[in-house]
């Protein structure tokens, strides 16, 4: 199956400065990419719909201003999360859709956001 | 899209089958049926999915009711690394962009 990558996998971060996380196709253009949060012991939570060339659509809830995302490319897209705080610390995971394999989303390995 | 209830845990031993189950019973006439697992601390991993037949692949079988209104997904012999959080997620055909909607899942323990 096709592979997605982020990076980094894991980020330790001080209270108000900002991160960002990297999600690539490596084997296929990626026209939308999904970024997903997750909480301890819950499930993923879509936070926003990234489309390559144009603005994302954020779910209800996720503040665009904090969470900006970029999809530059069909096989780039980064989420900043700005000025972080303790309550930000989560597991960020993104997907790709679209391709070839229409009915079916890769998902990257996830990047672990501790906010001090 | 629809729905689904699954259970919140099942607990199987090695080398056996698991039939992890899944309700939908608002599921609409074209919506897929869509099975992902999420091992500890990575992210979630396409299993297997179907719309009316019965479907199998490497990982596992997929068992749809007549009326569509539930499924099994079925691992024939489990094993440890089976051990994950099992995701039934129904997509439509017109969900643009391949969203999936993620429930609370079923976390599968497998003993030695």
Known sequence: GAVVSQHPSWVICKSGTSVKIECRSL?????????YRQFPKQS??????????????????VEKDKFLINHASLTLSTLTVTSAHPED???????????????EQFFGPGTRLTVL | DAKTTQPNSM????????????NHSTISGTDYIHWYRQLPSQGPEYVIHGL??????RM?????????????????RATLRDAAVYYCILRGNNNA?????????????VKP
Request: aromatic share 8%; proline share 2%; with cysteine.
């Open chain 2, 52 to 57: 009316t037949s019965n479907v199998n692949n």
């Open chain 2, 11 to 22: 607990e199987s031993n090695e080398e056996e089958p698991v039939h992890l189950p899944c």
């Open chain 2, 97 to 109: 962009g391949n969203m999936l909607t993620f429930g609370g899942g079923t976390r599968l323990m």
């Open chain 2, 60 to 76: 596992a079988s997929l068992a749809i009711a007549e009326d569509r209104k539930s499924s099994t997904l079925i691992l024939h």
């Open chain 1, 89 to 103: 610390s989560s597991f960020y995971i993104c997907s790709a859709g679209g391709g070839s394999s229409y009915n």
């Open chain 1, 44 to 61: 993923l939570m879509l936070m926003a719909t990234s489309n390559e060339g144009s603005k994302a659509t954020y779910e209800q809830g």
């Open chain 1, 27 to 35: 084997d296929f253009q990626a026209t939308t990419m999904f970024w």
